[in-house]
């Protein structure tokens, strides 16, 4: 079946523009996460929802960082004011349950330039 | 003091060979342990879940030693596919990755 898909796969954005990043999760997955990857690191949690519900935004760097996930399928990670330590790769994931233990399955990323 | 911490490496090592990474998490109420696979500019899949008792699944071992907060990945018969970096994970309510140890498979 369909895994996560993400888009688009390429974005460059000018310094204090706003971006928006889109997750497609697996069909009927509960839960959805959010990553940042930064170059030569591992991915670093930024939010977490369960269907609709965001329980979990204790890793959005700052308050240009926002997500929603309105009916419980389909987010959208918003940038605002894009500054250049943005750039990274934003990786969405997906797993069946409403649990956080749940094994992961991840997007392809988003690869964010802010010049 | 960073929640998992990882050798970056390189490992380099030829075909055949047999290969070990460690990895410590420093939170000792961690549940649950994976080790990810990303391939250069990929993004992240399961290669195995860690338990206590120590799982195999084919060339690949991996191993947890909660007394000592560490786990571990043995790959045997290294194999020019194996080339990737190995993400350690470590969930305590969310999922904490290592920085990720580089591995290439030389022929």
């Known amino acids: 079946g369909a895994g996560v898909s993400q888009s688009p796969r390429y974005k460059v954005a000018k310094r204090g523009q706003d971006v928006a990043l889109r997750c497609d999760p697996i069909s009927g997955h509960v839960s959805l996460f959010w990553y940042q990857q930064a170059l030569g690191q591992g991915p670093e949690f930024l939010t977490y929802?369960?269907?609709?519900?965001?329980?979990?935004k204790s890793g959005l760097p700052s308050d240009r960082f926002f997500a929603e996930r309105p009916e419980g399928s389909v987010s959208t990670l918003k940038i605002q004011r894009t500054q250049q330590e943005d750039s990274a790769v934003y990786l969405c994931a997906s797993s069946p349950f409403g649990r956080q233990s749940d094994t992961q399955y991840f997007g392809p990323g988003t690869r964010l330039t802010v010049l | 003091r960073k929640e998992v911490e990882q050798d970056p490496g390189p490992f380099n090592v030829p075909e055949g060979a047999t290969v070990a990474f460690n990895c410590t998490y420093s939170n000792s109420a961690s549940q649950s342990f994976f080790w990810y696979r990303q391939d250069c500019r990929k993004e992240p899949k399961l290669l195995m879940s860690v338990y206590s008792s120590g799982n195999e699944d084919g060339r690949f071992t991996a191993q947890l030693n909660r007394a000592s907060q560490y786990i571990s990945l043995l790959i045997r018969d290294s194999k020019l596919s194996d080339s990737a970096t190995y993400l350690c994970v470590v969930n305590r309510n969310q999922f904490y990755f290592g920085t990720g140890t580089s591995l290439t498979v030389i022929p």
């Open positions: 929802f369960q269907n609709e519900a965001q329980l979990d």
